[in-house]
C-alpha cells in the first residue's frame, strides 16, 4: 500500500488523498448520524413538504463535504509536512477548530432545537473528526516519506556497490592482463631469442655436424612449441587472448584454435555490426567482454567435448529492450551440431557462467537434442562510455 | 627472392618493436642487407604514430602486441595515412585471426611472420619485398603446419594443390615453387589455375595469389585434431 502510494503520488499528495479521503468519510458519518439521529424526521415535524425535507438533506451533506475539503486544503496550505509535530498539530486544530465552527454555525439548527451545550458538544465532535482525519492523514504522508529515503539509500546502496564491483573488476581484469602480457610478452619473446639463437647455430653446424643441427633445431622446435602452446594457454587462462581489442576479435581466435575437422563461423548482427562499424572500440566493456568470450568458448568446449560437434556457428547482435529505447541487450547464440543434451539438461561449467551473467543482469539458456544443441545467452550491454549507465533490472529483450 | 631492392632504390623499413633486445637483433639484421634503409626504430604505438609520417615509410615492421597499444590497429592507421605503405606484422604467437582480420581493410596486403622466422634473414628479406610490391608473405612455420579444416574449398584441393598453395603463402614464385616440388613450371601454373577454380576466384584484376593466401590462411588450422 505504502509503495503504490509513493509510487503513485508526492508526500503532499498523500495528505491531500488520505485526509479528503478521511475526511469525506467522516462527513458520511456526521451525515448518517444526523438521519440515525431524527434529523428528517425533524424537518418533517416542523412542517416542510418532502421537496423541502430533501432539499435541506442535501444541503446537509453538500455542507459536510465542503468543510471536508475545506478542512483538507487549509491544513495542506499550511505546508506540514518536513515540520515539527508541534507546528504540525497546531495546524491541525487550528484549522479543525475554525471548519468545526463554520459548520455548527451552518448546519447546528437544521433539523432540530439547539441550545448551546449541543452547538458546544457538536462542534468538539466535529473538530475532533477532522483532527483525526488530518493527523492520519500526516502519519500516513510520513510512513511514505520514510519509505521513499529508505528506497533512495537502498538504490544509492546497489548504484556504490554496483560501483565497487565495477571497479574491483577492472583493477583484478587490469592485473589479469598485466600477467598475461607479462607472460606474451616477456617470457615469450625471450623463448623466441632463445629459438632464434638456437637457429642460427644450427645454420652453423648444418654443413660439418648435420645430427647434431637436427637435433638442436628439435630442441629449438620445443622451444617454439612451449612459447606457442603452453604460455599461450596459460595466458590465455589468465585473460583470454585479444579480448582487450575486441569481443570479435577474442571470438575469431577462439574459432580459429577449433580443430581442423570442426568448421566455425561467426556472425554479427547489423546492430552489433553497426556498433562496431562507428565506434573506435568494442562497444562493450571490458568485464562484461570477459564473461561474452567465457560463455563462448565454454560453449564451444562442450560442444566439441560432449556433442562431438563438427559445425559451431556463433552469432552476436544488439537488441534493444521492449520496455523502451534503453538499455541494448547483447545477445549471443552457439549453434552446434552433433548431439545435444536432451531431456533435463545439467549446464555443469556453464552453470558458472550463468551465475557471472546473472550477477550482471544476464542469463543463459541450454537446449539440445539429437541434432545439437544451442546456447543463448544475454546481457545487458553497458557502454565503454557509460559503464555504469546499465544496471540489472527489469527489462528483457 | 632475398633481394630488397629492385627498382635501385632502397625500401625505406620502419621497425616497431616494445622488446628493446629484439628490436636491436632486427635492427642489426636490417641495417646488415643491401637495399634496406631503416628509417625509423620505435618502442610503441604512440611514439610510432608521432614519427612515422606519411610518405616516410615503405614498410613498417610492426610488433602486433605493443606495450602501449594494439599493433593490428596501428598498421590500419598507418595504412590510412598512407595507402602505400606495407605492413609486416610480427608476433611471437599464432596471431592469425588478427591478421586476418586487419586483411579486412588493408589498402595494400599484409605480411606475417612469428618473431622465431624474423630472425631468418632470407625469409625476413622476402616479407619485406613482398610487403613494399603489394604481394604477401605469411610465416612458413605457420603455413607448413596448417591442415585444411573439413567441409571447406581448401579441403576439396588435392594433395599437390594443397602443397603449391602452401607455398605460395610463403611468398614463394612460381620458379621456386618448381624447382622446390621437382617439376616443372608450367605444371605449378597448371595446379594454381585449378586451386584459383576451386577457391571461386575469378581473374577480374585481382591479385588472385593474396586472395588464395587468404582463403588458405581462413580455411585451415594450425590447431592438432583433438
Redesign the interface.
Known amino acids: 500500500m505504502i509503495r503504490r502510494l509513493a509510487a503513485a503520488t508526492s508526500p503532499t499528495g498523500v495528505v491531500t488523498l488520505v485526509g479528503l479521503l478521511n475526511a469525506v468519510l467522516f462527513a458520511l458519518m456526521a451525515f448518517a448520524h444526523w438521519v440515525g439521529w431524527g434529523g428528517p424526521d425533524g424537518l418533517e415535524s416542523s412542517g416542510m413538504t418532502p421537496g423541502q425535507v430533501t432539499a435541506t438533506s442535501v444541503f446537509v451533506v453538500v455542507v459536510d463535504l465542503v468543510c471536508a475539503f475545506a478542512a483538507v486544503s487549509l491544513v495542506v496550505l499550511t505546508r506540514p509536512l518536513g515540520r515539527r509535530w508541534r507546528y504540525r498539530l497546531g495546524a491541525v486544530l487550528t484549522v479543525s477548530a475554525a471548519v468545526a465552527v463554520v459548520r455548527v454555525a451552518a448546519l447546528g439548527d437544521v433539523g432540530r432545537p439547539v441550545t448551546l451545550v449541543d452547538d458546544v458538544l457538536d462542534g468538539a465532535a466535529t473538530g475532533l473528526g477532522y483532527v483525526v482525519a488530518l493527523v492520519g492523514a500526516l502519519l500516513v504522508a510520513d510512513l511514505v516519506v520514510a519509505y521513499e529515503a529508505q528506497m533512495r539509500a537502498r538504490t544509492a546502496a546497489e548504484v556504490a556497490s554496483a560501483r565497487q564491483v565495477a571497479r574491483l573488476e577492472a583493477q583484478e581484469g587490469v592485473r589479469r592482463r598485466l600477467v598475461a602480457d607479462r607472460l606474451h610478452g616477456a617470457v615469450q619473446n625471450r623463448l623466441v631469442l632463445l629459438a632464434a639463437g638456437i637457429d642460427q647455430v644450427v645454420e652453423r653446424l648444418e654443413p660439418d655436424r648435420p645430427d647434431d643441427a637436427a637435433a638442436l633445431r628439435r630442441i629449438a622446435d620445443q622451444l617454439a612449441e612451449v612459447s606457442e602452446r603452453d604460455v599461450r594457454a596459460l595466458s590465455h587462462e589468465l585473460f583470454p587472448t585479444a579480448v582487450d581489442v575486441s569481443v570479435v576479435r577474442a571470438v575469431r581466435t577462439l574459432l580459429d584454435r577449433l580443430p581442423p575437422s570442426v568448421a566455425g563461423a561467426l556472425d554479427l548482427g547489423p546492430t552489433y555490426r553497426d556498433l562496431v562499424d562507428h565506434g573506435t572500440d568494442d562497444p562493450i566493456v571490458l568485464p562484461d567482454r570477459l564473461v561474452v568470450v567465457d560463455t563462448v568458448e565454454e560453449a564451444l568446449t562442450n560442444a566439441l567435448k560432449h556433442g562431438r560437434a563438427h559445425r559451431v556457428r556463433v552469432r552476436l547482435d544488439v537488441e534493444r529492450c521492449v520496455a523502451g529505447d534503453a538499455p541494448l541487450w547483447l545477445v549471443g547464440v552457439v549453434r552446434a551440431d552433433g548431439r545435444g543434451p536432451s531431456g533435463h539438461v545439467v549446464l555443469g561449467g556453464l552453470e558458472r557462467l550463468r551465475s557471472r551473467l546473472a550477477a550482471r543482469g544476464g542469463g543463459l539458456h541450454l537446449t539440445g537434442d539429437e541434432r545439437g544443441s544451442v546456447l543463448r545467452f544475454d546481457l545487458p550491454l553497458r557502454t565503454a562510455a557509460s559503464p555504469e549507465d546499465t544496471l540489472p533490472g527489469d527489462c528483457v529483450p | 627472392m632475398d633481394t630488397v631492392d629492385t627498382m635501385g632504390t632502397a625500401v625505406r623499413v620502419s621497425l616497431v618493436e616494445?622488446?628493446l633486445?629484439?628490436r636491436r637483433?632486427l635492427e642489426q639484421l636490417l641495417h646488415s642487407r643491401p637495399g634496406v634503409a631503416l628509417v625509423h626504430s620505435v618502442g610503441g604505438f604512440q611514439e610510432a604514430r608521432l614519427v612515422m609520417t606519411p610518405g616516410s615509410t615503405d614498410v613498417a615492421i610492426v610488433d602486433v602486441?605493443l606495450?602501449d597499444g594494439?599493433g593490428?590497429?596501428l598498421g590500419a592507421r598507418l595504412q590510412r595515412a598512407d595507402p602505400d605503405v606495407g605492413v609486416l606484422l610480427l608476433s611471437?604467437?599464432?596471431a592469425?585471426?588478427?591478421f586476418?582480420?586487419a586483411q579486412e581493410t588493408a589498402t595494400k596486403p599484409w605480411s606475417y611472420l612469428?618473431?622465431?622466422s624474423s630472425?631468418?634473414i632470407t625469409t625476413l628479406t622476402r616479407a619485406i619485398a613482398a610487403a613494399a610490391a603489394g604481394e604477401q608473405v605469411v610465416d612458413p612455420?605457420l603455413v607448413e603446419r596448417s591442415?585444411?579444416?573439413?567441409?571447406?574449398q581448401v579441403s576439396r584441393l588435392s594433395p599437390a594443390q594443397f602443397r603449391v598453395l602452401a607455398l605460395v603463402s610463403q611468398g614463394r614464385t612460381n620458379d621456386w615453387i618448381a624447382g622446390e616440388l621437382g617439376i616443372a613450371v608450367r605444371s605449378v601454373e597448371n595446379h594454381l589455375l585449378a586451386v584459383y577454380r576451386i577457391l571461386g576466384l575469378d581473374s577480374d584484376g585481382h591479385n588472385r595469389r593474396v586472395l588464395a593466401t587468404l582463403a588458405f590462411l581462413q580455411q585451415?588450422?594450425?590447431?592438432?585434431?583433438?
Open positions: 616494445d622488446e633486445m629484439l637483433m602486441q606495450g594494439d593490428v590497429a611471437c604467437h599464432d592469425m585471426p588478427a586476418l582480420l612469428s618473431k622465431r630472425f631468418a612455420y591442415s585444411a579444416r573439413s567441409d571447406t585451415t588450422s594450425r590447431y592438432p585434431a583433438t
